[in-house]
């Protein structure tokens, strides 16, 4: 299950429709192998953690491509990449050392 955590406070924009309308794009570019998870708050601040469960068993290329679609996600502003934490079943997949701030950074330009 993919759990992006959202800090509200780096947003310009932080509509809380941002938990179903990620969930939407999603699906779009991925019909018939994602689940909504839901949401939840998590910390003091809080932090919005949408939840995104992999229904269908996907070769790594896919989880990759998931995870790009994810970061490049600006619908409400480009700012988003630099508020979010992305994890895979507990596995912390973005930002790896290095990447936070650019997507272009984190996957190579010609991939996006």
């Known amino acids: 299950m993919y759990a992006i955590k959202i800090d509200p406070s780096r947003l310009e924009n932080p509509d809380l429709d941002i938990r179903y309308r990620l969930f939407d794009y999603l699906n779009e570019l991925y019909p018939d192998v994602l689940q909504d998870g839901g949401y939840d708050y998590e910390g003091d601040q809080p932090l919005l953690v949408v939840c995104v469960k992999v229904f269908k068993e996907l070769p790594g290329l896919r989880h990759e491509a998931i995870l790009k679609s994810i970061v490049v996600f600006d619908?409400?502003?480009?700012?988003f990449k630099d508020?979010?934490?992305?994890?895979?079943?507990?596995q912390l997949l973005y930002p790896l050392a290095g990447q936070q701030g650019d997507a272009a950074d984190a996957f190579g330009a010609a991939d996006l």
Not at 83 to 90: C, H, M, P, R, S
């Open 83 to 90: 508020a979010i934490e992305v994890f895979y079943d507990g």
């Open 75 to 79: 619908e409400f502003g480009s700012d």
